[in-house]
């Protein structure tokens, strides 16, 4: 029991006050505000409805271009391929046209030139070497051949 120490206090001041000023608000000054204040709340939020439908009229008309460059872009792509696609076509047929010999270098064109005059030559020789007989180096045999005697001036022209 030493431990427990006890203690009283008393409140000397009352419980419960009474209100001093009798006044009381007019109702209806009151109701006029809060009518005029969500009246204006009112007002806010229609403002704030149709500045959001602006803006995503705004966002809908942007996003509706973008869409569309994207379609024109794709089809000109497209139209870009095609027309490329008939170019090359067109280009290919034209090099198909082309004579062969167009795409040989030009060491190479010389060489086939030299080949040819040498097949000629060899060819011609052949043909003359048959009707005489010949065998060996055709330029040591040949004879000089007198030139055809003049005569008609017909003949001239005709050669």
Same mark, same amino acid.
């Given at each position: 029991?030493?431990?427990f120490?006890?203690?009283?206090?008393?409140?000397s001041?009352?419980?419960?006050?009474r209100?001093?000023?009798?006044?009381q608000?007019?109702?209806?000054?009151? +109701?006029?505000?809060?009518?005029?204040? #969500?009246? $204006? /709340?009112?007002?806010?939020?229609?403002r704030e =409805?149709?500045?959001?439908l602006e803006?995503?009229h705004?966002?809908?008309?942007?996003a509706?271009?973008?869409?569309?460059? +994207?379609?024109?872009?794709e089809?000109? #792509?497209? $139209? /870009?391929e095609?027309?490329?696609?008939?170019? =090359?076509?067109?280009r290919?047929?034209?090099?198909?046209?082309?004579p062969?010999?167009l795409?040989v270098?030009a060491?190479?064109?010389?060489?086939?030139k030299?080949?040819w005059?040498r097949?000629?030559?060899?060819?011609?020789?052949?043909?003359?070497?048959k009707?005489?007989?010949?065998?060996?180096?055709?330029?040591l045999?040949f004879?000089?051949?007198p030139?055809?005697?003049?005569?008609?001036?017909?003949?001239d022209?005709d050669?």
């Amino acid at each position: 029991a030493d431990n427990f120490s006890v203690t009283r206090y008393h409140i000397s001041e009352p419980y419960v006050d009474r209100e001093i000023d009798g006044e009381q608000p007019d109702a209806r000054l009151a +109701a006029e505000e809060e009518g005029k204040r #969500l009246e $204006e /709340l009112h007002r806010e939020a229609d403002r704030e =409805r149709r500045e959001q439908l602006e803006k995503a009229h705004l966002r809908g008309s942007h996003a509706l271009k973008k869409v569309h460059l +994207a379609q024109d872009r794709e089809r000109l #792509l497209k $139209e /870009l391929e095609q027309m490329q696609n008939m170019d =090359r076509m067109r280009r290919r047929q034209i090099v198909a046209q082309m004579p062969p010999q167009l795409f040989v270098p030009a060491y190479k064109r010389m060489e086939i030139k030299e080949e040819w005059q040498r097949e000629l030559e060899f060819a011609f020789e052949d043909m003359y070497s048959k009707d005489r007989k010949m065998k060996g180096d055709l330029i040591l045999q040949f004879e000089p051949q007198p030139l055809p005697a003049p005569s008609d001036r017909s003949q001239d022209n005709d050669l």
